[in-house]
Nanobody, 123 residues
């Protein structure tokens, strides 16, 4: 059974920094990509950042230049370094792992989720 355990959330003032961690049970190489999603009250869950097994990264426009996603394969852990935090970054942040299957033209994705960690940025 896949388990993703997040840590590092909390309360921070605007302009501050936090680092989220997500430890994967088993090998992180089991997954084609890892990511961090976030969901603010009343909003849909949205992708903040992702990183593939090859190291390619992708960021939402709203966090580009402020957030950095990275992975430590030896520790089976993915991180999200969040700098210059804004009140609008307030949300529950979820670690996500993806397994891809099917053909290139018809890719299917199995998603696995952590329990979420609250990030609150005060103004």
């Amino acid at each position: 059974q896949v388990q993703l355990v997040e840590s590092g959330g909390g309360l921070v003032q605007a302009g501050g920094s936090l680092r989220l961690s997500c430890e994967v049970s088993g090998s992180i190489f089991s997954f084609n990509a890892m990511g961090w999603y976030r969901q603010a009250p009343g909003n849909q869950r949205e992708l903040a950042a992702s990183i593939t097994i090859g190291g390619s990264t992708n960021y939402a426009d709203s966090v580009e230049g402020r957030f950095t996603i990275s992975r430590d394969n030896a520790k089976n852990t993915v991180y999200l370094q969040m700098n210059s935090l804004k009140p609008e970054d307030t949300a529950v942040y979820y670690c996500n792992a993806e397994k891809w299957w099917g053909s290139v033209r018809d890719r299917r994705v199995d998603h696995y989720w952590g329990q979420g960690t609250q990030v609150t940025v005060s103004s």
